[in-house]
């Protein structure tokens, strides 16, 4: 072999080795964050975690400390979780909570089907639904305050932000299943169930949230009580979360609440 028969196979080698490790830096490469290991958006994105450790034989992601999911427009927090990469699936404990645009759901585990777009949460259930006002009000307002120093005799104009956000309504339970799909959004709890809102506490055996109809259907044994003391039990009511309306059917035992001016009134007859 000539002297430059071995540099050019020298060369070439070189170039080979330099190839291949390139290939195999790639292919082993591992992601500087937690929420890279997938860009599918049909896939749920791990945002963070304090600690990560991937299982290759059996695909799972176990993951401790400010763990954070995200999938469509819901985010999933909690202290640890498992997720299964390849069925898209997590299980979360310790401080499990689901935040969606206008509810919030926490409980002491979650079971998360990102496929189909289903939390299923067990343990103390507690869900706050809670809507913002639609965008041409908050137009309104902004508009309203918009000049320095503008005032309005509206009474009805909200003064602050805080006001833009409509009645609140907390469930508790012992089990809930959230759907967040775009055409089911929809909180189901069941177990013996108790619904408040500012004006009235509401007790039944099911309650089914409908975020897309903004109310929240009650069955089984459903019990009333107002904030003025007015009381009724029921089979099924309807109560909505934007307005101040109960419907109820085939309803007993109606216990309403004299006012004083009516004592009043009576008594001067």
């Not at 639609?134 to 137009?139: I, L, P, R, T």
């Not at 309504?169 to 709890?189: C, E, G, L, Q």
Request: charged share 35%.
């Amino acid at each position: 072999m000539t002297l430059w028969q071995a540099f050019r196979w020298t060369v070439a080698v070189a170039a080979l080795l330099t190839a291949s490790l390139i290939l195999w830096a790639q292919a082993t490469e591992v992601p500087d964050e937690a929420g890279d290991i997938s860009e599918d958006e049909d896939r749920a994105r791990i945002e963070s975690a304090d600690h990560l450790r991937y299982d290759a034989a059996e695909g799972m992601y176990y993951l401790t400390g400010n763990v954070v999911f995200q999938h469509r427009d819901v985010r999933l927090h909690c202290d640890s979780a498992i997720y299964d990469h390849d069925k898209n699936r997590a299980v979360a404990q310790g401080n499990p909570r689901v935040v969606a645009p206008d509810t919030t759901v926490t409980g002491d585990i979650m079971e998360a089907d990102f496929d189909a777009e289903v939390v299923t949460i067990s343990g103390n259930v507690v869900a706050v639904t809670q809507r913002k006002e639609e965008a041409e009000e908050v137009e309104e307002v902004e508009e309203a305050e918009g000049e320095e120093g503008a005032e309005t005799d509206n009474e009805d104009v909200p003064r602050d932000m805080d006001e833009l956000w409509e009645k609140t309504t907390t469930i508790t339970a012992p089990k809930a299943v959230f759907h967040y799909n775009d055409d089911v959004r929809t909180v189901r709890s069941s177990g013996r169930i108790k619904a408040v809102q500012e004006d009235k506490t509401l007790y039944a055996d099911e309650a089914l949230y409908e975020e897309l109809k903004d109310t929240i259907t009650l069955t089984g044994d459903v019990r009333v009580i107002t904030d003025r003391g007015d009381e009724f039990r029921c089979p099924k009511a309807i109560i909505s979360v934007e307005e101040d309306w109960v419907q109820a059917e085939n309803v007993t035992g109606v216990g309403v609440r004299r006012n004083d001016e009516e004592d009043d009134a009576e008594g001067n007859e």
